[in-house]
């Protein structure tokens, strides 16, 4: 038992709640949101520190003992995963400060930004199939209300999408926890773990599996990223960072703890199906990520590009393979939020999205220039910086399994996501500087504080890889062995 | 009596599924809460239908039916509830300042 756990959901919760009450009060707001989120941070880190030092952490809700109550439990991955959000989410919160506009933080930004972490943070600590599901409620109500903020024509139209497909795959989910309750008669992750291993996955327990793997794969966009593109390119470039970084990850958490702590009896059937679409999901990203010359495309193209590429981890399954998803996985998350802020930063500067209109930006922007470029490395995953070592545990992984084709295809994806990101970086930032009597404005300085934080973390997860993988290691021992998680868990039974 | 609910739910989920397939937002709103009832007979139905007392202690019954599907069925009614509501409202929104309920017509271009 270990009550800190329920803090990381508790503050942003309480502090939503306070903030629906003083939401005229712009600077109020401001200061209240970032002392919350600074405190999660530090709460984060030190249940991160608990963890390495005393092993997973539970907290058994009511004092019912599991697979009664709702349990919360933060293993590495889970404390992990949860301080990156705190990271991500600051960064994206400082970004919104200068950038959101009065009218918008007027309108309850900051309470369904909170909201939003609320679901996250649920999301990643639960223990439980049902409370994982009211959390992804929580999360995706919070993101059709920041998707549709403001109101433009294209917001209303995409938010109509976004929500019938989340709608639709909620429902599934719903289903899939039915059948499941129906075969095995419990909802607590541990148990369920404990009664598939005993009772065999058999053909309905691979139906389910499947059933699961399509619903986490449309949150995650994994293969049917088809609704991806169109509404993360709405809302301002705040938002639509907070949501590169987070939501799609934890569709692709869910995933993880899925197929390595509950279904993970028949690889045969479920990770190669799983292999499979991340192969399709590479292939079609990048046909994206290449025929486009729209800043907010591309970039969404490389956040589908990446999903395909942490799925290929988890597919093959094996220590090294997981290692790397981990690895990769919170880099990602760091990425895609800087990747996201810059490329915002620039649509706001020169006022399109388009890359034809753009050119020249080095000459009055270079520190902004090159963050763009130390992201874009980072994420092609060149040595230094920090998407190498993922990007390496990954292919060794598949390489020792025999993986030539699913290997062939994630280094090709990685050219890709070079070649996209490269072919920005000189559209926006050399050739000639366009002249459209277009009047610069300034970078505030919240904007190079975030990003330039964001930018030394990248390098510093690169530079520092041994120390990350000390703690990235250790998650990935707990996937493969689900055991540990599940006499954690059930310990006191 | 579960391969009954079970039929019913088939034909529920199949015309959910056509009108959310549907060209009308509206028709589409429509399918997706007929969906949710699916599912939610589902739920009910998936932890057997046996015969027994309501889940009340006071009845002090030989035996009760399983409590927890109905707290589920619960959770996830509310939340449907919420996000339909949510739906309805930006539909009427979406018509007001679109012009159309046409889903063929919101196919959008960026530039616009």
Redo the contacts between chains.
Sequence with gaps: MNNLLVLPLLIPLCTAVFLLFIHKQIAWQRWISAISILLNLIVSSVILYQVKTDGIQTLYMGGWLPPYGIVFVADMLAALLILTTSIVGAACLFFAFGTMGKERESHYFYPFFQFLLVGVMGSFLTGDL?NL??CF?VML?SS??LI?LG?T??Q??????Y??IN??S??LF??A???L??VVGT?NMADLSVRIAQAGQDGVLNVIAIMFLIVFSLKAGLFLFFWLP?SY?VPPAAISALFAALLTKVGLYALIRMFTLIFYHEPAVTHSWMAWMAAATMIFGAFGAIAYS?IW?ILNYNVVISVGFIAVGLSVGTEDALNGTVFYLLHDMAAKALLFIVGGMLVYLAGT?RLTEMGGLIKRYPLMGWMFFIATLAIAGIPPLSGFTGKLLIIRGSLQEGYYLLTAISLASSFIVLYSLIKLFMAVFWGEEMKNGHTWPKINKGFTITAGSLCLLLIGMGFGSEWVYRFVSEAGNTLSSPATYIDAVLRSR | MELYMSLAIGVIFTVGVYLVLSKSLLRIILGTSILTHGVHLLLLTMSRLKTGEAPLLGEKAEAYVDPLPQALILTSIVISFGVTSFFFVLAYKAYQKLGTDDMEQLRGKDDE
């Design positions: 049902f599901f009211v409620e109500i059709y209300a549709v109101g024509k294209r209303l139209r995409e938010t109509l999408k929500i019938l709608i639709l909620s429902t719903v289903a926890v039915a059948y309750y129906g909802l169109g390119s729209d495309r999205s």
